[in-house]
């Protein structure tokens, strides 16, 4: 079993709509949590940051993380055409090294 | 802005080579990462480094050797290339957590590796 398990997708959602990325995990140790997003031929990028449990709000995006259940989400509002793109969930107990899930592309179109 | 900057986007080696991939990271970070990056795989850790002349074995280290001799550069080698290396190859950089900071990396534009 991967450490970190992430739906690779492609999802394809019109304009407007509301996006749900999600990942799961099995090291409880973990209590680092992130999200990168990554345009095609470019490096990730930190979108969004998360320490432990709760939620975090930025703009259209919100992270949600639920360490009892073992699973992390992102959430997008008013999804553009401009959010395509793979969104990456990465995750880290106490030392400095982070574990990604595989990436789910998102397609929004117009 | 802070900058990774890895030194060749796209490479074309033949099976035996060697090869090298360079990374410089202007933002004195203490931490340097490779990673690989293959579609259903995702991103997976080749070789880190806490420090000058420090390095730690990630996840995939096999065919891979790396060199740390300054704080801002971390390279990556490959002994003997070969087909399955072909991959696109990821640095990455970030502070020291236990510093009290979050930890991000901060990665360059990736150097796309193909061997013949």
């Known amino acids: 079993q991967k450490e970190v398990e992430q739906d690779p997708g492609p999802l394809s959602v019109p304009e407007g709509a509301i996006v749900s990325l999600n990942c799961t995990y099995s090291n409880s140790a973990f209590q680092y949590f992130m999200w990168y997003r990554q345009y095609s031929r470019k490096g990730p990028e930190l979108l969004m940051y998360t320490y432990s449990s709760g939620n975090k709000e930025d703009g259209r995006f919100t992270a949600q993380v639920d360490k009892s259940s073992k699973y992390i989400s992102l959430f997008i509002r008013d999804s553009q055409p401009s959010d395509s793109a793979t969104y990456l969930c990465a995750m880290a107990d106490n030392t400095d090294k982070l574990i990604f899930g595989t990436g789910t592309r998102l397609q929004v179109f117009p | 802005d802070v900058k990774v900057t890895q030194s060749s986007r796209y490479l074309v080696k033949r099976t035996g080579e060697k090869v090298f991939l360079e990374c410089v990271q202007d933002?004195?970070?203490?931490?340097m990462f490779w990673y690989r990056q293959d579609p259903g795989l995702g991103l997976r850790l080749i070789y880190f480094s806490y420090d000058v002349k420090m390095k730690e074995k990630g996840d995939i280290p096999e065919g891979y050797s790396v060199s740390r001799e300054k704080k801002e550069r971390f390279s990556l080698i490959l002994e003997s290339a070969s087909t399955n290396q072909t991959s696109m190859y990821l640095c990455a950089s970030s502070l020291n957590r236990a510093s009290g900071n979050t930890g991000e990396l901060f990665f360059g534009e990736g150097s796309r590796l193909t061997v013949l």
């Open positions: 933002m004195d970070h203490e931490n």
